[in-house]
């Protein structure tokens, strides 16, 4: 920027000593003048207090005026041996007499750069020179890298946010006009410059010390269990904003070439799954807003159930169980929630699952997002209400889960999740992003009803006491579900747990996913943990107490 400051500087000397800058315009033209891209400043992108996660910083790159180079060749070979760049790509620019500047190289520290031409220049091979240049720095390393993206060696956005708001963020380049004397410049009049513009600044919905913390105990987690990948999610029930969304295995986006192409997507968009038991709370919110059941509804669950062609068990052996709905969510049982959902039509099963934003799109803005799958209705088998039921079936992905559960804690209403809160302009107006969009799903009688029976899955007799957290009132349900396999069938399992606390005021939802683990962990055992340890982070950092009411217990079994 300051090399632009004086190229402007000296234009004025020029027409201050009296001569017109058409002139120069004229002899630029019969000279052979270099016009000079100027690249306008990318802008940040911020965390939700204004931390860069993305910045521009001071660089350089190496240009060469092809009119004054003698030893292509010779310049090849060092610049091949000095940055890696490409020989036979960086001969063809060398010997493009038709232009007098070509890029050679970009993004550069300024030291490297210099010191690669003062050697060009000690073995006389001119032509060759450094200009103001700027690189993309992602100051917290792999921090919602999965989110960021990264950008190409043209300053373009490849992935992420970098790409999908590419547009906002990279601005306008401008360009500068220049005449060439004894290998120096000679800036033309400031007509023959045109400023860029710099881009606009993105504020991202992320809490970067929350993010962090997702990534790390999310990575351990994958670790521990033995599993291929995993997603966490942290959600503001009430705004829909997503606190953090963190990827397992992640990568640098300062050495994104270090890293397989598979890991750059944000898989909690891009990786569809079966949900398993954890779609069962929203099977029970519609049962419940539709007057079918009640949680004290009592459901005779038999040791096995036969359909059609095939037979239906639970994940654990048992005879005959008498369950109340509460005790069926808090048990898990397959078999009961069949049974519970036999009673309303598909149609209307299939109503509720989309209200509850399954089957299209969340918008979040990130390029790739799957929609999942949720068949049409007239596709539905009767055996297909069984599987659907109890989250098998269908596809998801981790944010579209985790928004459908923050309706039912956002008493009944579901809220659109979202990743921007805004952008912010050079003089640093913030201009907040579209206000998301809301609408009702169940009622809020049935939303605290389910909350309630979804308390039972953290307390003693259910899946997940693990997640509990201590002083405060926590409602969950744990998943398990065959994951399908690219080539036919299922291979491996994927496990699930979601919650959000406090239960009878909710704030936050925490769901953590993790893919085919192999020490035979369940979504209690290995996402419980996960899940109070985010959670209460969360709790802590935004100051929600405990609200100090008890929950009122609700029958198991009758």
Do not use: C
């Amino acid at each position: 920027m300051m090399a632009f400051v004086l190229s402007l500087f000296a234009a004025r000397l020029i027409q201050l000593q009296g001569i017109d800058e058409n002139d120069y315009a004229r002899m630029a033209m019969q000279t052979g003048a270099k016009t000079l891209p100027l690249q306008a400043p990318r802008a940040p992108i911020y965390d939700r207090k204004g931390v860069e996660l993305a910045e521009t910083v001071d660089a350089a790159m190496l240009v060469a005026d092809p009119s004054m180079v003698k030893d292509p060749e010779a310049i090849a070979t060092r610049l091949q041996r000095r940055l890696g760049v490409d020989y036979i790509a960086t001969l063809e620019l060398l010997k493009k007499k038709s232009t007098r500047y070509v890029e050679l190289a970009r993004s550069l520290p300024d030291k490297q750069a210099e010191a690669v031409v003062g050697n060009l220049n000690s073995a006389d091979l001119g032509g060759v020179f450094v200009y103001d240049d700027a690189a993309r720095f992602y100051p917290a390393g792999d921090v919602a890298a999965n989110l960021l993206g990264f950008t190409g060696s043209e300053g373009e956005g490849l992935y992420g946010f970098e790409r999908a708001l590419d547009s906002v963020l990279a601005g306008e380049d401008g360009s500068a006009t220049f005449l060439m004397a004894d290998e120096q410049q000679i800036p033309l009049a400031d007509s023959t410059v045109t400023a860029p513009v710099e881009g606009i600044g993105v504020t991202l919905t992320i809490d970067q010390d929350l993010q962090w913390l997702a990534q790390r105990r999310l990575a351990q987690a994958v670790s521990q269990t033995g599993g291929s990948s995993g997603v966490a999610v942290i959600q503001d029930v009430k705004t829909g904003e997503l606190l953090a969304l963190a990827d397992y295995p992640t990568y640098d986006p300062n050495e994104w070439m270090a890293t397989a192409e598979e890991n750059y997507g944000a898989r909690a968009l891009m990786d569809v799954y079966e949900p398993g038991s954890v779609e069962k709370a929203l099977t029970f919110a519609a049962l419940i807003d539709a007057g079918y059941v009640k949680p004290r509804t009592r459901i005779t669950v038999p040791p096995t159930l036969p359909r059609a062609d095939t037979t239906i068990n639970d994940y654990f052996a048992h005879g005959t169980l008498r369950l109340t709905a509460a005790g069926v969510l808090a048990k898990s049982s397959n078999i009961g929630t069949a049974l519970a959902a036999e009673q309303m039509p598909i149609p209307q099963l299939h109503s509720y699952l989309r209200s509850f934003g399954l089957g299209e799109p969340t918008g979040v803005g990130l390029i790739g997002e799957s929609a999942g799958l949720l068949p049409d209705p007239a596709d539905w088998l009767p055996i297909s209400r069984d599987t659907i039921s109890f989250g098998q079936g269908l596809s998801v992905n981790a944010v579209q889960m985790s928004a459908a559960l923050s309706a039912i804690a956002n008493d009944g209403v579901y809220v659109e999740p979202s990743l921007v809160r805004g952008y912010v302009d050079a003089e640093g107006g913030f201009d907040p992003a579209d206000t998301p969009s809301r609408h009702r799903v169940i009622s809020t009688k049935a939303a605290r009803q389910v909350a309630r029976m979804m308390e039972g899955v953290t307390g003693p007799e259910g899946t997940a006491p693990l997640a509990a957290i201590n002083g405060y009132r926590v409602a969950g349900k744990t998943g398990t579900a065959q994951r399908a396999s690219e080539q036919g069938g299922y291979k491996g399992f994927t496990i699930s747990f979601a919650g959000f606390a406090p239960a009878d005021k909710p704030r936050f939802l925490v769901y953590v996913v993790i893919q085919e683990p192999t020490d035979g962990s369940g979504g209690g055992s290995a996402g419980g943990p996960v899940f109070h340890d985010l959670m209460t982070a969360t709790l802590d950092k935004y100051g929600v107490g405990p609200t100090g009411s008890r929950s009122p217990a609700l029958p198991i079994s009758w």
